[in-house]
């Protein structure tokens, strides 16, 4: 199973377990709103948590240096949906770095070939 494939399966699950082995303990995560940066703790935090859920999960590009995935995300706080394009970087084969970048969707998206 690919870096990014258990990643996404831990965040969900919120198997603390397996995110500490797929992510690097200086890992940073740039997210696309609010100007923050999170930490590995951060993100262990995070996950699981239900306040957000993401599915449509696809890895569109990942080799033994970056990933690049994307996904839904939807927000339990009731916020617009959103399409997330995540950058990722590897270092000793574990997530270091992510980006996100986002498109709002509106109520009624709707994936292609659904």
């Known amino acids: 199973m690919s870096i990014l494939a258990k990643y996404e399966a831990a965040f969900e699950s919120g198997d603390k377990e397996q995110l500490d082995a797929v992510i690097h303990d200086d890992c940073k995560f740039y997210p696309h709103v609010g100007g923050a940066v999170m930490t590995k703790g951060d993100i262990m935090a995070f996950a699981g948590t239900g306040a957000v859920r993401t599915e449509s999960h696809r890895i569109l590009f990942e080799n033994d240096e970056v990933g690049v995935g994307h996904s ?43």
Do not use: C, M, R, W
């Not at 399409?83 to 509106?106: M, Q």
């Open 72 to 114: 839904i995300a939807h927000f339990a706080n009731g916020s617009t949906s959103e399409a997330v394009l995540a950058f990722y970087k590897f270092h000793e084969g574990k997530i270091i770095h992510v980006e996100t970048g986002a498109t709002p969707l509106s109520d009624d998206y709707q994936l292609i070939g659904q």
